[in-house]
């Protein structure tokens, strides 16, 4: 019966997980360590992002801006 219940919550958890991983891009500052995903965002919203979690002030080329881009890194 534990067992049953164990695996449960660990698919319940995996699901979650899942699920959250799909709502958007995200920035995590944890321990003044820097954890950033983003699928085909503008470059302009992810410096905005990431400006907001560091306080840095970034620019891009006009020209940049409004591409697509793609990250994954912690």
Do not use: C, H, Y
Request: proline share 5%; aromatic share 4%.
């Amino acid at each position: 019966m534990i067992r049953t219940v164990i695996s449960l919550a660990s698919l319940f958890l995996t699901v979650q997980a899942g699920i959250a991983a799909d709502n958007g891009p995200e920035i995590r500052m944890v321990d003044r360590k820097l954890s950033v995903e983003a699928r085909a965002i503008p470059l302009s919203q992810l410096l905005r992002m990431f400006d907001v979690a560091t306080g840095l002030n970034s620019t891009a080329p006009k020209e940049m801006s409004a591409k697509p881009i793609s990250v994954q890194f912690s």
